[in-house]
Every structure is written in C-alpha cells, then in structure tokens.
C-alpha cells in the first residue's frame, strides 16, 4: 500500500518564475491538504482540496493556486516566486474532508534564488 | 490564530532520560497530535488525544491534555538517538476542515 508521495523531491527555480508541485494520496484516501514549512517553523496551512474543489484556504496570496483530479492526486502551483518562497511543501492525504487523520509526504524542498 | 505554541524550543538529554515537551494552544478544539519531523523530512504521526481525553499512551509515549488550561504535553521515556528529531503539536478547527501546527521543539538525544 503506497503512502503519499511528492514529487519532485528538490527543486531549484528564480525569481519571478512559476512551479509546480504534485501529489499523490494515499490509496483510499481523498482529501489533498498542502502545507508550507520555513526552515525552523512548523507547517503553515495553505489549502484543502476534496472532490476536486479548495474548500479551506490559509493565509495564503492568490499566487498560490492548486487542482485535484479525478483520481484525487493533486498539484500546488505557485506563480511569481519569491525568494520567501523557499521552504518545504508538504502535502498530506486524508478522508472525507476531514483532516483527523492525515498521512503525510516526504515533501518538495523549494528553492529561490 | 489557533497555532499551538511548543516549550522548550530546544532541549538536549542523554540516552535513557526522559525528554518531556510541552504544547499550548488558544481556541477549542476536536482533536490534538503530535508528529515527529527527521532533519526537515516529512512529518510522522506520533499519537492522536480526542478533546474529551486525558491522557493516552503509545509505547514509550504518555500524552496529557488539559482543555481547560488549553495545553498537552508529551512525554517520551528512556528516550533513544533514534528520537532526536523536532516534535510537533497541531491542532484542528472545530470543522475537522483546518490543521494548525505548532513551531516546535527540536530534541537532541545524546549517546
């Protein structure tokens, strides 16, 4: 049974350009959750996505932007970067909507210059 | 904001001490967990604790929840190298639709 996965596992991208992060939840699971982590922080809610629609949003700026497909695999796309960009995404699977019980990702280490 | 706050930010024991850590939190809650983060790799659950429990155990691990002072604890005993890794609280809104997570305590056990 394979846990969720992310995909790339580092990526090195400039300033202004845009990303792409990908996400596949754990098998039975549905609800794509992502979430940013600074180096030294805890994880920062950025959004939820269940059947195929962002139902919950974070404190996060419009240029962070997402989609769930049909098979509930997810991506985060994040426009105009920023150099405060940099972190690790992390993407969590869950059931239902519900976040109670969630599996997380190894993550994608995102890196601005 | 509902983040939880973690103490002490770092804290370093030999092997075999107990390593104790505390998590405080501001608004009600459903659920609280604590994960457990290897040199910023993703984030392993460690134990769930529902609003209407006290305490819960897993292994060497004894988590204690006051909801009327809005703070948990997790204790690990006999603690290991193996455990040196930051250790994280969260906790959900009242939806299950939100998680917010704490900044962390970063263990360090020595051999």
């Known amino acids: 049974d394979a846990g969720v996965t992310q995909s790339p596992t580092h990526l090195i991208k400039t300033r202004g350009q845009q990303v792409t992060l990908r996400c596949s939840p754990k098998s039975g699971h549905d609800t794509v959750s992502w979430y940013q982590q600074a180096l030294g922080q805890g994880p920062q809610f950025i959004f939820q996505y269940y059947e195929e629609e962002e139902r919950q949003r974070g404190n996060f700026p419009d240029r962070f932007s997402g989609h769930q497909f049909p098979n509930y695999s997810s991506e985060l796309n994040v426009n105009a970067l920023l150099l405060g960009d940099s972190a690790l995404y992390l993407c969590?699977?869950?059931?239902?909507?519900?976040?109670?019980?969630?599996?997380f990702g190894p993550g994608t280490r995102l890196t601005v210059l | 904001s509902q983040q939880g706050e973690e103490d002490p930010q770092a804290l370093s024991i030999q092997e075999g001490e107990n390593a104790t850590m505390n998590c405080s939190y501001k608004t009600s809650i459903n659920n609280l967990q604590w994960y457990r983060q290897n040199s910023g790799r993703g984030l392993v659950h460690l134990i769930l604790?529902?609003?209407?429990?006290r305490e819960k155990h897993s292994g060497r691990l004894r988590v204690t929840l006051d909801t009327s002072k809005k703070s948990s604890s997790l204790l690990i005993t006999a603690s290991r190298a193996a455990d040196t890794a930051s250790y994280f609280c969260a906790t959900d809104d009242d939806n299950f639709n939100k998680f917010y997570f704490g900044s962390g305590t970063k263990l360090n056990v020595k051999p």
């Open positions: 969590a699977s869950s059931f239902g909507g519900l976040v109670d019980t969630q599996y």
């Open positions: 604790i529902r609003s209407n429990e």
